[in-house]
């Protein structure tokens, strides 16, 4: 399965994904210190304008990290599953002496762990730099934080997973539509679906959201593989 | 195991269109199988059931005297085929994407890539990226993956699409090669007869999913080969006379008046000139040849009036 994914990643050319990550988390870092200490958020008289409750730095950081990883996942998705569906190099793949279910899964994971991968390191960069920032200057959004503590890294971890996985509905829409464009279109119905609750859900108050709709990734995930060797490749 | 590859009354179906109708097929091992039929006929798709990309709808495909169900897959393990158009990672070289093919198939033989692209004649090209490949060079490409795993079995759909004369004559001498020497069963589909004429042992002809006719190249030959159509007013003396005086033994009465001298070695000159000498009236003498194609023809041409 290690060497599944690795393939997979070798033939999807994983350094174009790499530099778009890269590129994609240096903006989001500068965005999110610009909103934290230069003001781009603020009113002409230095007031925040934020909505209620989210006054604090995190809530940016998560809803536009989340968002942006995401929408990358399902291009990724995209490009690597729906887009080899339409260009026959699944064809190509299903003629291997290989169960479908585990070529499918194996793309699947591959994708998914270069963005849990990703999603955390970029969180990671960027409350780094707020707190490091926040040493020296003042920030418009109220630090809420700590880099210290294990529960931070443990939400952080967990919020991942929850964003990461997430993109499996939006790859099962695009399965059914045969279309990559669907699948990268239904990441952003989900992204305005979920963003109010991702925005500010926190673990200790609200578990059950996060749960339900890990659960109904995974089912998502299950249902794109599940059928596959019966199905005729059209 | 006569038969390496076998179908019985394989029959497909999608959104209540027939493309394939109780299709068999006989393929004998070590054997190259023709696999011809105009455009549509069903040769994709047959190929398609015997390579477990699609499930028939009804019927069976029997492979190395295997069922096959839709987890089997060890037996892909012993196949390699083209189907439609191969299709490449366009942004990887020649090389790589063998490379990873061989990993795929779990095929470890040092130096199979490089020899597959130099039987392909790629070796210089190889390092290229897909992308940049001409239309013949990727179909050369996709042989050369076909035979990259030394299967035991190769199904290759319009394999000499888009090569040039001198290309296909190439190909058309590889296979023969891959056939005498390691003994390989080859399936080739083809629209066109000549694709296939001089290679193929068997040859299966399909029609709007129907499988006209399956015959063996000899007995096509035996068949069809060109004749002498000999028109006389006394056949049994006429018949006397090539016999007996011309030593004919390979001819035969169609009619009364009528007769084919399936000897080809013997000249139309010297048979009227033996008619004539011995008294028989002629009234028309003629070289007929019916061609592959026509035969081809006449069997997909009866189809299409139907």
């Keep these: 399965m290690i060497k599944l994914i690795k393939l997979e990643w070798k033939k999807n050319n994983i350094a174009k994904y790499m530099r778009g990550a890269v590129i994609l988390a240096a903006f989001l870092c500068l965005f999110v210190f610009a909103l934290a200490f230069l003001g781009i958020a603020n009113d002409p008289d230095g007031t925040l304008d934020a909505a209620e409750g989210m006054g604090t730095i995190s809530a940016p950081i998560e809803l536009f990290t989340s968002m942006s990883f995401l929408i990358f996942t399902s291009v990724m998705l995209a490009s690597f599953i729906v887009s080899a569906y339409k260009n026959k190099t699944m064809n190509l793949m299903f003629s291997y002496p290989i169960k479908r279910q585990k070529i499918l899964a194996s793309q699947m994971i591959a994708v998914w762990l270069f963005n849990f991968a990703a999603l955390v390191v970029t969180k990671l960069l960027i409350y780094a730099c707020v707190s490091i920032g926040s040493l020296s200057m003042e920030s418009s959004f109220a630090v809420d934080f700590n880099m210290g503590s294990l529960s931070f890294y443990i939400q952080l971890l967990l919020k991942s997973f929850v964003i990461v996985s997430m993109s499996f509905i939006a790859l099962f829409i695009g399965m059914i539509m045969k279309s990559s464009k669907a699948t990268i279109i239904a990441s952003f119905i989900m992204i305005f679906l979920t963003q109010a609750n991702i925005g500010d859900f926190s673990l200790a108050g609200n578990l059950i959201f996060p749960a339900i709709l890990t659960v109904v990734s995974f089912t998502f995930a299950v249902l794109s593989v599940f059928n596959a060797e019966t199905r005729d490749l059209l | ?306």
């Design chain 2, 1 to 306: 195991m006569p038969n390496i590859v076998q179908t019985n009354q394989l029959t497909k179906i999608i959104d209540g269109k027939e493309l394939v109708k109780n299709v068999n097929i006989h393929v004998k091992k070590g054997e190259v199988y023709g696999f011809l039929g105009p455009n549509g006929a069903g040769k994709t798709t047959v190929m398609k059931m015997l390579t477990n990309l699609w499930k028939p709808t009804s019927g069976e495909v029997w492979l190395f005297g295997e069922k096959l169900t839709p987890a089997s897959y060890e037996v892909l393990k012993r196949m390699g085929s083209i189907i439609e158009f191969p299709c490449f990672y366009d942004h990887m070289s020649g090389k790589d994407n063998l490379q990873l093919h061989s990993e795929y198939m779990g095929y470890h033989t040092p130096g199979c890539v490089e020899d597959a692209l130099e039987m392909l004649g790629l070796a210089d090209a190889s390092e290229k990226q897909v992308k940049s490949y001409s239309l013949g060079m990727k179909q050369r490409l996709g042989i050369a993956r076909a035979i990259l795993c030394k299967p035991e079995l190769l199904i290759l759909d319009e394999p000499t699409n888009g090569l040039d004369p001198a290309g296909m004559k190439q190909i058309r001498d590889l296979f023969r090669m891959l056939c005498s020497e390691y003994g390989i069963t080859i399936i080739i589909s083809s629209h066109m007869l000549s694709g296939v004429e001089s290679i193929a042992d068997t040859i299966g002809v399909i029609n709007h999913g129907n499988m006209m006719k399956e015959i063996s190249m000899k007995e096509i030959s035996e068949m069809n080969t060109a004749y002498i159509e000999l028109a006389v007013e006394n056949t049994k003396k006429a018949a006397y006379v090539l016999a007996d005086k011309l030593e004919l033994s390979n001819f035969k009465a169609i009619d009364e008046k009528c007769i084919r001298i399936y000897d080809a070695c013997i000249d139309t000159k010297d048979i009227s000139k033996a008619l004539a000498m011995n008294e028989v009236e002629i009234n028309s003498i003629s070289k007929k040849a019916e061609s592959l194609e026509d035969y081809f023809l006449k069997l997909t041409g009866e189809g299409v009036r139907k």
